[in-house]
């Protein structure tokens, strides 16, 4: 049968065509249209090409903050993706427990991000804080703990706060995706004699590649832009040790008014997730596939 | 290889049972022969599963105890058993390759590698999966992971029972067939107990040696095919095999007449004379096929208004209303069909008794 020739049906997408057009597209192409001028004020701009662009990808300050972006985003899914799932494997499956640990877990997700930098300074102020009081009386630290004080007790206090604030998503995915296994395999797995580890890599694990998938994506790109938290907590430091991406595109494009590079760098930093983002999906689509076909 | 005895089972999901309607498996005591082809038949939420689950040690029974070959087994986890069990829809390890699956339940037993490779290989060859070996499970069809599945279990040499729990729900008809015909094979090359649950008693019927019903918890028959078709013990196995399923009639028994609203039927001497201890609500049953049909009066035979008849091809089914009831008549294609009134006459060895549901016999 021939196909027939009719393609008005493509005005039905023109709606969505202009919402998304609007609401990414647009605001894309300005950013766009900083990043290959130069501003010096209202209705004064010069044609500059790509020379923010080779500025910015020289520039050993973003460097030095890409990089730390990295360390953080790959300790954040070491720390989480395992967490969540030992945590989904922990929970109930039925009775009372579920509700109260599902409501429980939820607790954390629902609080806004810059409240929980500040309640992450209370927590962990080393004069009133229940974690900075305590830790500090067991007297264990050579340097009392305090957030302010070193790099490492900053990063400390940022990961936690992360880990906190964000793994619960993480075990309420893998708990969907545990929910969703058939009991059958479990007996199946009983039956052919598997120990709970060989139960959790061939069963679980595999049948948990969807939601994990979901979950690596959503961490990953979250972390990656971070910002309300460690501004709350640290304002990028002590030093600038803290200072991730999103910290210094700010200060870049709204403390020192460099809007041409703050739009080259916004760029890089919007390619850089994209291509992760992808090899992610890709990776784990295809992973445990690698057997001969 | 085993015998299997179940003796004096019963199991209630909940904790405290109270009556008898909390009992999934309400008083079940069989044993099943080594190397028989059973086949569990019921329908839907009659207990199949939880026997089945009972046998393979999924589930450990309110009361009563599992025997295997003369050895209690109650308590031993279904990996201690020596059985195998292979579900509705086929459970693979989607990560592996079809070989690893096969090998996995040896693997996991410490099996040397030589030796499994060996198993894999007969059994790959029985089930016709050795072009398959190094693919990825994921990617079959339905029927050759459902026969993956059923190969888990051959792999294992000390197996001794293969349990099916309605194995082809999710295969295509025409390849049921073949599915079946290759169970059946296997069967007869391996002299293994297979016991095969299901709610299609076609499937049943051509499968097994022995067909249990089960009722409500209950086993209400054991016997080979046939045996439930003249005789089924329970007014269940009546309505539940054969197509249209048998007609009762409630009755009320004068001598070795059975009444039914004024009509008179005939009964055998040997159940008229059992049908004075029996109580309870008395019922006729006869099967469909055994309801003779005649155009005229014949000697014995009751007057009773046509009201439809449905030809199915290679025989015609006719509804007819005898003062109020209605019976189901099966005749073969070439018999002459009654247009408004049909003379039925019920054949004594054909008409049954039974009371509570249950057959009057001795």
Known sequence: MEKWENNKAW??????????????????????????????????????????????????RLHDALWRQFLFSGLVLLIEIPLGIMIALAMPTRGWGVSACLVTLALPLVI?????????????????????????????????????????????????????????????????????????????????????????????????????????????????????????????????????????LVKLATMQFDLGPAAAFSLIYFVIILLFCFAFYQALLNVGRGEKA | MARIELNEI?????????????????????????GGAYALLGPSGCGKTTLLNVISGLLTPSQGRVLYDGKDVTDLPPEKRNIAQVFQFPVLYDTMSVFNNLAFPLRNRGTQESEVKKRVMEVAEILDLTPFLNRRAAGLAADAKQKISLGRGLVRSDVAAILFDEPLTVIDPHLKWQLRHKLKEVHEQLKLTLVYVTHDQVEALTFADQ??????????????????????????????????????????VDGNIARVDGVGIELNDETASLAHKATGKLELGIRPMYLEVNVESVKGSIPATVKTVEDQGSFK????????????????EDQAVPLNEAWIRFPTQRTKLYADGRLVNK
């Open chain 2, 10 to 34: 019963a199991h209630s999901y909940k904790k405290n049972p109270k009556d008898d309607s909390d009992y999934a498996l309400k008083h079940i005591h069989n044993e099943w022969k080594d």
């Open chain 2, 211 to 252: 067909v249990l019903v089960m009722y409500e918890g209950e086993l209400v028959q054991i016997g080979t095919p046939q045996e439930l078709f003249e005789n089924p013990k329970h007014k269940f196995v009546g309505y539940f095999i054969g197509s249209p399923g048998m007609n009762f009639l409630s009755c009320t």
């Open chain 2, 317 to 332: 089914v006719l509804t007819v209303n005898l003062s109020g009831n209605i019976l189901r008549a099966r005749l073969p």
């Open chain 1, 112 to 248: 806004p991000w810059n409240v929980i930098g500040t309640i992450w300074i209370i927590f962990t102020r080393p004069d009133i804080g229940l974690f900075g009081v305590g830790i500090n009386s067991l007297d264990l630290l050579e340097v009392p703990f305090d957030h302010t004080a070193k790099p490492l007790y900053a990063w400390i206090t940022l990961l936690a706060m992360e880990v906190w604030h964000w793994t619960p998503l993480v075990a309420l995915l893998a708990y969907a995706g545990l929910r969703a296994i058939p009991e059958a395999y479990y007996q199946a797995a009983k039956i052919d004699g598997a120990s709970s580890w060989a139960t959790f890599f061939y069963i679980q694990l595999p049948k948990m590649r969807g939601v994990l998938t979901i979950a690596v994506l959503l961490r990953w790109m979250d972390s990656f832009l971070i910002y309300a938290e460690p501004f709350a907590l640290t304002g990028g430091g002590p030093g600038n040790t803290t200072t991730f991406l999103s910290i210094y």
């Open chain 1, 11 to 60: 005005f039905l997408v023109l709606p969505a065509f202009i919402i998304v057009a609007f609401s990414a597209f647009i605001p894309l192409m300005t950013v766009v249209n900083y990043s290959i001028q130069d501003i010096f004020g209202p209705g004064q701009s010069v044609f500059v090409g790509t020379e923010w662009f080779k500025e910015m990808l020289g520039n050993h």
